[in-house]
Nanobody, 116 residues
């Protein structure tokens, strides 16, 4: 059974930093791309960042490019999202995601609030 468990969300001031984690289990983690998405109230879900199985190939939404960094630890089945220079518009529920030949999977989310 695929499980994705996010952690690390918090209240942070504008300009601050935060690191999210996602622990994965129940599938061949090393073989699949992993993604972070976010959803703010009243907005569409947004793909934030993707990291592929090689641990090196990444892509980012233009809204976070240069401020966020996605990484993965294939030895421990985890991905991370380092978020720097946070802005109020980064406030959202952040979700970990993967998809394999059996389905599309989501974690429960972790809340990030950027406010002074």
């Amino acid at each position: 059974q695929v499980q994705l468990v996010e952690s690390g969300g918090a209240l942070v001031q504008p300009g601050g930093s935060l690191k999210l984690s996602c622990a994965a289990s129940g599938f061949l983690f090393n073989f699949y791309a992993m993604r972070w998405y976010r959803r703010s109230p009243g907005k569409e879900r947004e793909g934030v960042a993707t990291i592929y199985s090689d641990e090196a190939t990444t892509s980012y939404s233009p809204s976070v490019e240069g401020r966020f960094h996605i990484s993965r630890d294939n030895a421990n089945n985890k991905i991370y999202l380092q978020m720097n220079s946070l802005k109020p518009e980064d406030t959202a529920m952040y979700y970990c995601n993967t998809a394999d030949n059996t389905g599309n999977y989501w974690g429960q989310g972790t809340q990030v609030t950027v406010s002074s």
